[in-house]
């Protein structure tokens, strides 16, 4: 079985983060889906997020694409992707995180084989979750 990994805060589910999932399973046939903590959204992307960290992991566990849905680290992020040893990782388009930069730390923890991947946007003007928030009506 080959074990793909995912990470983001998916605080608001929007079309974009189902593209991305599915971007991500074609790498394998299990997907464990690591969701951000509050404190660890809060850092990156510099506020608070929408929905609990617990709310968020609950929504993207529903998904079916999602084998497997996990909190994240609150540090040791490399710890973290060692539990689950992921045969491939999967950024998203927007993340920070360079491919050489984790595709060297995870040798450094012995994940040899890991391979890191970045993934295509999917309507990156339109399904953003930053977009979606700002064009939302309050109800």
Not at 2 to 25: C, E, I, R, S, T
Request: glycine share 8%; with cysteine; hydrophobic share 40%.
């Amino acid at each position: 079985m080959k074990k793909v990994m995912v990470f983001g805060a998916f605080d608001g589910l929007h079309p974009g983060h189902l593209d991305f999932f599915k971007q991500a399973k074609k790498y394998g046939d299990f997907l464990i889906c690591s969701i951000g903590t509050d404190t660890n959204v809060r850092k990156i992307k510099g506020k608070k997020p929408l929905f609990t960290h617990h709310e968020r992991l609950n929504l993207v566990s529903l998904i079916k694409l999602i084998d497997k849905a996990v909190l994240g680290a609150e540090k040791d992020f490399y710890s973290h992707i060692m539990e689950h040893k992921p045969d491939v990782i999967c950024l998203g388009y927007d993340q920070w995180a360079d491919v050489v930069e984790v595709k060297r730390k995870l040798k450094g923890v012995g994940l040899i084989n890991t391979e890191v991947v970045r993934l295509k946007p999917y309507l990156e003007k339109k399904a953003k979750s930053t977009i979606v928030k700002k064009n939302s009506v309050d109800f």
